[in-house]
């Protein structure tokens, strides 16, 4: 049974950190494309971040860029996203997700597995 668990989470004051993790389990991802996805209430779910297989290509949304880093551990079978300089604009369930393929992708059809999503808060 394949599994994303994300993990990190939780309340910040704007203009702070957090990092989140997504382990995945039941299979490797290390041939695949993963990507960070987030909810905020009320809205649809966006893309934030995607990273190639090797690590070696990433790319964000505009919102994010410049203050997230998505990266990978093809070793651990984790993926993390670095979230500085924090804006309560950022508030939303963060998904981990995994593609069938090895490049990157921003759409959300790209995207077979999913976890069940980490509550970040950012307060003002």
């Known amino acids: 049974q394949v599994q994303l668990v994300e993990s990190g989470g939780g309340l910040v004051q704007a203009g702070g950190s957090l990092e989140l993790s997504c382990a995945a389990s039941?299979?490797?991802?290390?041939?695949?494309?993963m990507g960070w996805f987030r909810q905020a209430p009320g809205k649809e779910r966006e893309f934030v971040a995607a990273?190639?297989?090797?690590?070696?290509?990433?790319y964000y949304a505009d919102s994010v860029k410049g203050r997230f880093t998505i990266s990978r551990d093809n070793a651990k079978n984790t993926v993390t996203l670095q979230m500085n300089m924090l804006k309560p604009e950022d508030t939303a369930v963060y998904y981990c997700?995994?593609?069938?393929?090895?490049?990157?992708?921003?759409?959300?059809?790209?995207?077979?597995?999913w976890g069940q999503g980490t509550q970040v808060t950012v307060s003002s």
């Open positions: 997700a995994a593609r069938e393929y090895r490049r990157i992708a921003s759409r959300e059809v790209d995207y077979s597995y």
């Open positions: 990273i190639g297989w090797s690590g070696g290509s990433t």
């Open positions: 039941g299979r490797t991802f290390s041939n695949n494309g």
